[in-house]
């Protein structure tokens, strides 16, 4: 699991645990269900979008989409490769339940914040076009301007094209808080309802009462 740790102690569920245990229920099976459900909790925010606390995770910037290869479409938040969709997992380290990934840029994620981006080198290509490269919006009005260059996307086979390596310097990146680790009102209910069915199961208990 990645360093980056959020805590719960819910003296509640706690309490709700120990007495289950007390009762007869196997401590390691009520945890290991327990867990089960909330790596499944987990990876449905990332089909939701959605954190534990029922907020919508902030979108794509315009300026990411404007980038993206058409590989990616439709865009998925946090899904591009899935990797860290499906590492998600659970475990019990003594007494405590714990569920996390090993993926290490979760945590970034998780609570956001500035990345730094090293300095690189890089290939670009140009084409050549018949009118200016670009256009600038100046005063309201969207000009045409420039040389006859202009980025080329990889995919093109445009005639005069060429190539030139550039220098990109080192720079940071701001990545939002888009929250998935934690434990919502539902999941709450949920390992409630797991907790009551081990003891139903550990006392013999049938029916509602």
């Given amino acids: 699991m990645s360093g980056a740790r959020v805590e719960i102690d819910d003296a509640e569920i706690r309490d709700t645990v120990r007495a289950v245990v007390l009762a007869g229920a196997r401590k390691r099976a009520l945890l290991k269900e327990i867990g089960g459900y909330l790596v499944t909790s987990t990876q449905r925010r990332f089909e939701t979008r959605t954190g534990p606390d029922g907020s919508k995770w902030a979108p794509f910037a315009p300026k990411t989409l404007r980038g993206m290869p058409a590989r990616r479409a439709p865009p998925q938040l946090l899904r591009d490769t899935n990797r860290l969709y499906a590492s998600f997992s659970s475990d019990i380290v003594g007494p405590e339940l714990l569920v996390g990934t090993n993926v290490v840029y979760a945590g970034r994620h998780q609570f956001g914040g500035d990345s730094i981006i090293p300095g690189r080198e890089q290939t670009i290509t140009f084409r050549t076009v018949n009118s200016g490269a ?3 919006r100046v005063g309201g009005e969207l000009v045409t301007y420039g040389s006859r260059l202009r ?4 995919s093109e086979r445009a005639k005069r094209q060429f190539q030139k390596t550039v220098t990109i310097g080192e720079h940071s990146v701001s990545v939002p808080a888009r929250p998935f680790l934690g434990i919502s009102v539902v999941d709450r209910l949920e390992i409630m309802a797991i907790c009551v069915d081990h003891h ?6 049938t029916g509602d009462a």
């Fill in 134 to 136: 670009g256009r600038k």
């Fill in 151 to 154: 980025f080329a996307r990889a």
């Fill in 200 to 205: 139903k199961r550990a006392t013999g208990a």
